[in-house]
Nanobody
Framework: QVQLVESGGGLVQPGGSLRLSCEYS???????MSWYRQAPGKERELVAF???????TYPDSVKGRFTISRDYTKKTWYLQMNNLKPEDTAVYYC??????????WGQGTQVTVAS
C-alpha cells in the first residue's frame, strides 16, 4: 500500500519560515513530486513541482519564497517556505506520480500564517 505522509505544518507569524516534508512508503520510486495547497472556499492549486530531471516549477505567487527539494535516500521530498504571508494559509498536500502517471496524495497538513 502506497502512503504519503506529510509533516511540518503549523502556525507561523508573517515573515516566518516552515519546512514541510512528505515521506513515501510502499513504492520504490516516485518520478515527479509536487506540492499543492487549498485554502477555505478556494480550489486546490499547485505551488511547486519537481520533475525527475530536477527541473522545478512555481507559480508567481510563491516564486522566490518557496523551494521544493528531494532526498531519494530518505524517500522524502520537502517544501521550504520562507517569508510566509497570511495568504499562504491553507492545507498543503503533497502529490507524487509514478512514471506511468499514477498519482498518490498525502493527507494534508495545515499551515496558518497569522500574528
Amino acid at each position: 500500500q502506497v502512503q504519503l505522509v506529510e509533516s511540518g505544518g503549523g502556525l507561523v507569524q508573517p515573515g516566518g519560515s516552515l519546512r514541510l516534508s512528505c515521506e513515501y512508503s510502499g513504492i520504490s520510486y516516485i518520478n515527479s513530486m509536487s506540492w499543492y495547497r487549498q485554502a477555505p472556499g478556494k480550489e486546490r492549486e499547485l505551488v511547486a513541482f519537481l520533475a525527475k530531471s530536477g527541473q522545478t516549477t512555481y507559480p508567481d505567487s510563491v516564486k522566490g519564497r518557496f523551494t521544493i527539494s528531494r532526498d531519494y535516500t530518505k524517500k522524502t521530498w520537502y517544501l521550504q517556505m520562507n517569508n510566509l504571508k497570511p495568504e499562504d494559509t491553507a492545507v498543503y498536500y503533497c502529490k507524487g506520480a509514478t512514471i506511468n502517471l499514477v498519482a498518490y496524495w498525502g493527507q494534508g497538513t495545515q499551515v496558518t500564517v497569522a500574528s
